[in-house]
């Protein structure tokens, strides 16, 4: 059975579908009638080319195999792909899930404004055989486009201004920035997407699948799962009698979150797990805005019924003759929590979850009463951020404040009138709303790391979150900053504003120039500052918007940084 669920609310569910049929919405999406979910047609009917985009990328194998050939016989091993958001967590999956087939080129992501993080992935790679992908919708975004400008620079010191170019791609729209770029620099090659396509929405289209070309999926075996889902996702009828899943799946988180489980929590398969993350940008910024939104929980360990608040509902994607989260989520089942099951056949599965998952965010939308593919909210961090570099160009600093208290290898701000961290952690976290019905979990907390990725931060970092999550009862998600900003920043921002948020930032080991042009050595700024204003617009943009934010600067190492927070809970 290809979906199964759980102590689902019957009638709320019902009346839900009822109205979806009554309402034809399964036929207006696929008529693309913008009026399924707004009458303005702005930012709806120009963003639906995903429905069609798994097709037109069937059409264009036999090119991207030819591509990665040339690659191959070039003598190319290793890509680098620079992306945010849409533009690198589709890639990121593949990555991950897949690995790199013999033969094809070892891929590596940056979607990071950290100097350290960008210095480390340039000592791992051979410029003289890298491919560099440059990837963005827009053709202008501030972190895709300084690393394309920093690596260009790079790649002309170590094989020559002439032939740089030949070693970039670009994955961009018809008429972006980039494209001109890419044709003043002599890119080798410019994959121009449909620009129906938004970013979060664009995973099965060239921003998906040319980076999984390049590590040797099967591209048609992929597509063809994809196309399964999507003619399922034609028919009128639901489950359980019929196979509409990605109808019914989007009408149900509608349905629930309007009933106060909007916490829609992941639990997946160890092997399929990096997909969540996709997922979660998809959730949060399609429906995290007008007051409303899921909140997508991803990458947590699996508890028991007891830390669980009444406001989640359990997305279990479980691969087949995999069995390693069952007896956790029966506890969940037989504790009364409402449980989704998607049972997946391998990993090839994930061609369709890719579409399930599309198809149920736009149905969702509709639910909540909300545009499911703009971002209102999403341009107040990145607003301040720029008028802090601006000062900075002026003035030569960025804003600066004194912390409240500090500890060793810590300093907080937002703590006035606590007199230790432990003291300062009890008075942010006691700010959370209860919700109705003695609901402690409709708050969630948020942890913001303006940090260098690695593992060791990344396991303190869950540490952090399973503690605050068995404390508090609440939903903890974690994300590194700025990635998080292109996903789940816009809920952040858009939602009832009931998170809590706990800030991490850290001050770089080493720093580097970002080019004022490429093939120029002029810089007036670094990307440590610009990570640093990002991270100061972020937390203002919060602040303005009524949010909670508590920040916390890691003086030392960051694992035994984030530790010393646990302790103090």
């Not at 002309?156 to 620099?185: H, R, Y």
């Not at 399930?356 to 593919?373: D, E, K, S, V």
Request: proline share 5%; with cysteine.
């Amino acid at each position: 059975m290809e979906i199964e669920f759980y102590n689902l609310p019957e009638t709320a569910v019902k009346e839900e579908l009822v109205k979806l049929k009554a309402e034809q919405i399964i036929d207006r999406i696929w008529n693309r009638d913008h009026t399924a979910w707004n009458e303005n047609p702005k930012e709806i009917s120009n963003r639906l080319g995903w429905l069609q985009s798994h097709r037109l990328m069937l059409e264009e194998i036999p090119g991207l195999e030819g591509f990665v050939k040339e690659l191959q016989a070039e003598g190319f091993t290793q890509a680098l792909l620079l992306g945010m958001g849409g533009s690198s967590m589709a890639p990121e999956v593949f990555r991950k899930v897949f690995g790199i087939k013999g033969g094809y080129l070892d891929l590596h992501i940056l979607d990071t404004t950290d100097p350290d993080a960008i210095a480390e992935t340039e000592n791992r790679l051979d410029l003289k055989t890298t491919l560099v992908i440059v990837a963005t919708k827009s053709g202008g975004t501030v972190e895709t486009i300084s690393l394309m400008k920093y690596f260009y620079n790079r790649m002309a010191k170590t094989v020559g201004a002439a032939m740089a170019g030949n070693c970039f791609v670009a994955i961009t729209d018809p008429g972006s920035g980039l494209e001109d770029d890419a044709g003043k620099l002599n890119f080798r090659k410019v994959f121009l997407n449909d620009p129906g396509i938004g970013g979060r929405y664009s995973a099965l289209s060239y921003f998906g699948i040319v980076p999984a070309a390049i590590v040797g999926v099967d591209l048609k075996r992929l597509l063809f799962r994809s196309g399964a889902v999507e003619m399922s996702s034609k028919t009128p009828t639901l489950p359980p009698a019929g196979g509409n899943s990605p109808a019914w799946l989007g009408a149900v988180l509608g349905c629930l979150g309007k009933m106060g489980r909007d916490k829609v929590t992941f639990i997946s398969s160890p092997e399929i797990e990096p997909f969540e993350a996709w997922v979660e940008q998809l959730i949060a910024e399609s429906t995290g805005k007008e007051g409303t939104g899921l909140l997508p929980v991803c990458g947590e360990i699996p508890g028991s019924p007891g830390v669980y608040a009444e406001d989640r509902v359990f997305i279990y994607t479980r691969l087949k003759k995999d069995s390693i989260h069952d007896q956790k989520v029966k506890a969940l089942v037989e504790a009364g929590q409402p449980v989704i099951q998607l049972n997946l056949l391998d990993q090839y599965s994930l061609g369709g979850e890719y579409f399930r998952w599309m198809m149920a965010t736009a149905i969702a939308g509709w639910a909540l009463n909300i545009n499911p593919f703009d971002q209102p909210n999403v341009e107040s961090a990145k607003v301040l951020a720029r008028e802090m570099i601006s000062g900075y160009q002026q003035e030569g600093k960025l804003p600066s404040s004194s912390p409240d208290l500090e500890e060793e290898g810590l300093q907080v701000y937002g703590a006035a009138g606590s007199a230790n961290l432990q003291q300062a952690l009890q008075s942010f976290l006691g700010q959370a709303e209860k919700g109705e019905e003695n609901c402690r979990g409709r708050s969630y907390i948020s942890i913001q790391a303006y940090l260098k990725p690695a593992p060791e931060a990344g396991q303190a970092l869950q540490e952090l979150q399973t503690s605050l999550r068995d404390k508090t009862l609440m939903a903890v998600t974690s994300g590194y900053g700025p990635r998080f900003l292109h996903s789940t920043g816009q809920l952040h921002k858009g939602d009832a504003g009931r998170g809590l948020f706990i800030q991490l930032t850290a001050d770089p080991q080493t720093d580097l120039p970002i080019p004022e042009e490429a093939g120029s050595d002029k810089s007036n700024i670094s990307f440590g500052i610009l990570k640093e204003a990002q991270a100061l617009g972020d937390r203002q943009a919060l602040i303005d918007g009524g949010r909670r934010v508590l920040r916390i600067h890691l003086t030392g190492e960051h694992a035994d940084a984030i530790r010393k927070i646990v302790q103090s809970l």
